[in-house]
């Protein structure tokens, strides 16, 4: 897996001060997409040890709240098994901290088993999942005044209440 940038002190994708790491490859292509440099797979750099190292060490002050995973697509089959194994490592040194995701991909249609991106990591990996913002960017459905989402069909969703209810829960309206 190649990621793109890791922002230390990000405001704009997750609530309060998180650690963001922009991965690279998406296949979803959302036309107006505001990073279309992450589509391609082996944009950046190569995701190693010490990358992970580097965020976990980022997350250590008690000011920030947590870490959020975007793109690219976090959730493209391929960049899955190097993210389980980050988000294994925060929820066992940090417990406290949540965990934010974007996908262009949909929760309900997508992830969940049975779906186009449903893999053998999926499910883990949505288990340490606090916050999931889904669904494409589509330029016709912008809105600036959302919160944490670009455009009106995206979603902000409780991930562990939707797992638990087996129905999509919203975090955010």
Not at 7 to 31: M, P, Q, W, Y
Not at 70 to 81: R, V
Not at 99 to 124: A, C, K, M, N, V
């Amino acid at each position: 897996m190649n990621y793109g940038n890791i922002k230390k002190n990000d405001i704009a994708n997750g609530e309060g001060v998180r650690v963001s790491l922009f991965v690279s490859g998406c296949t979803n292509h959302c036309f107006h997409c505001f990073q279309p440099e992450t589509w391609d797979f082996d944009y950046g750099q190569p995701f190693t040890a010490a990358t992970q190292e580097e965020i976990l060490q980022a997350l250590e002050p008690s000011y920030i709240q947590g870490l959020t995973l975007l793109g690219g697509d976090p959730f493209e089959l391929s960049n899955q098994a190097e993210l389980v194994k980050l988000l294994r490592a925060v929820k066992a040194r940090y417990p406290e901290k949540n965990i934010w995701s974007y996908t262009g991909f949909l929760l309900d249609q997508d992830l969940l088993e049975g779906g186009r991106r449903h893999g053998p990591y999926t499910d883990e990996m949505l288990s340490y999942l606090d916050v999931l913002i889904d669904g494409p960017f589509v330029e016709e459905k912008k809105n600036i005044s959302l919160k944490f989402r670009g455009s009106e069909n995206q979603r902000v969703i409780d991930v562990k209440k939707s797992l638990r209810e087996q129905e999509v829960i919203l975090y955010l309206e």
